[in-house]
């Protein structure tokens, strides 16, 4: 199947940013979407945008961290469309701080939700992809993952561990399941609240100000690796603004 119309596709962190701006777009062109992400509020109203513009939508809360959230997260997939044809590996999280700081609970909720997320969602479909004969998996990384500066040490690393994770299973998945990676430079999304020191966050919020692209940016390279013919396989995209060093 090429295309997106028909395609039942899942997104993790689909609240908000790039996940709900994809879910959009996909649902636009004839996607059928199951969403998950923590905010099951945020999820409620996009869910209610999309049926209310035609789209067949199913949504549940979704801890990337826990490997059950997942794997609920794909047979309610099966359950309510029959397959799955995509899962987008989306939901990430960068509380960037130097090591200095010593942040280690930060450090360690990067490695869970940027690192072990992927993984946790690799465990539940890959074997409904082996079983049905076809399947995609989209994964968002960062251009964190080429190239890293100071503060953001943790983060690069989490998403260089990212894109060779998603790169390695590429070369595993043989003829019948593609692999994309799509690494986003600055979005104009909710990612610098959580950084914890006010001067980054401030210095950080005025370079995204002045340079970000809309999330729809990232959404248009997730949907043209989905919606290419199965014997196409787009394996890394980098989209960044183009002011962007």
Same mark, same amino acid.
């Given at each position: 199947?090429?295309?997106?119309?028909? !395609?039942?596709?899942?997104?993790?962190g689909?609240?908000?940013?790039?996940?709900?701006?994809?879910?959009?777009? #996909?649902?636009?062109?004839?996607?059928? %979407?199951?969403?998950?992400?923590?905010r099951?509020?945020?999820?409620?109203?996009?869910?209610?945008?999309?049926?209310?513009?035609?789209?067949?939508?199913?949504?549940?809360?979704?801890?990337?961290?826990?490997?059950?959230?997942?794997? @609920?997260?794909?047979? %309610?997939?099966?359950?309510?469309?029959?397959? #799955?044809?995509?899962?987008?590996?989306?939901?990430?999280?960068?509380?960037?701080?130097? #090591?200095?700081?010593?942040?280690?609970?930060?450090?360690?909720?990067?490695?869970?939700?940027?690192?072990?997320?992927?993984?946790?969602?690799?465990?539940?479909?890959?074997?409904?992809?082996?079983?049905?004969?076809?399947?995609?998996?989209?994964? &968002?990384?960062?251009? @964190?993952?080429?190239? &890293?500066?100071?503060?953001?040490?943790?983060?690069?690393?989490?998403?260089?561990?990212?894109?060779?994770? &998603?790169?390695?299973?590429?070369?595993?998945?043989?003829?019948?399941?593609?692999?994309?990676? *799509?690494?986003?430079?600055?979005?104009?999304?909710?990612?610098? !609240?959580?950084?914890?020191?006010?001067? &980054?966050?401030?210095?950080?919020?005025e370079?995204?100000?002045?340079? @970000?692209?809309?999330?729809e940016? *990232?959404?248009?390279?997730?949907?043209? @690796?989905?919606?290419?013919?199965?014997?196409?396989?787009?394996?890394e995209?980098?989209?960044?603004?183009?002011?962007?060093?």
């Amino acid at each position: 199947m090429s295309g997106i119309n028909g !395609k039942v596709v899942a997104i993790t962190g689909a609240s908000s940013g790039v996940g709900a701006a994809t879910a959009r777009l #996909l649902a636009r062109g004839g996607a059928k %979407l199951v969403l998950g992400a923590r905010r099951e509020d945020r999820l409620a109203g996009l869910a209610a945008d999309l049926r209310g513009d035609g789209a067949e939508v199913a949504y549940r809360r979704v801890d990337v961290r826990d490997r059950a959230d997942q794997a @609920a997260l794909v047979e %309610l997939a099966r359950e309510r469309f029959g397959r #799955l044809d995509v899962l987008v590996g989306n939901a990430g999280i960068g509380p960037i701080s130097p #090591l200095d700081d010593l942040r280690v609970d930060d450090w360690d909720t990067m490695i869970d939700v940027n690192v072990k997320g992927l993984l946790h969602g690799i465990a539940a479909a890959l074997p409904v992809f082996r079983a049905q004969g076809h399947g995609q998996f989209v994964h &968002t990384a960062s251009t @964190a993952a080429y190239r &890293t500066v100071p503060g953001q040490a943790v983060y690069s690393a989490s998403k260089a561990a990212a894109r060779t994770l &998603t790169e390695g299973l590429r070369q595993e998945a043989g003829p019948s399941i593609r692999v994309s990676t *799509v690494s986003p430079g600055f979005v104009a999304t909710e990612f610098l !609240k959580s950084v914890p020191d006010p001067e &980054t966050r401030a210095s950080m919020t005025e370079t995204m100000d002045a340079i @970000a692209i809309p999330p729809e940016a *990232v959404a248009r390279a997730i949907r043209f @690796a989905i919606e290419q013919p199965a014997e196409v396989d787009v394996n890394e995209i980098v989209v960044r603004p183009t002011a962007q060093g």
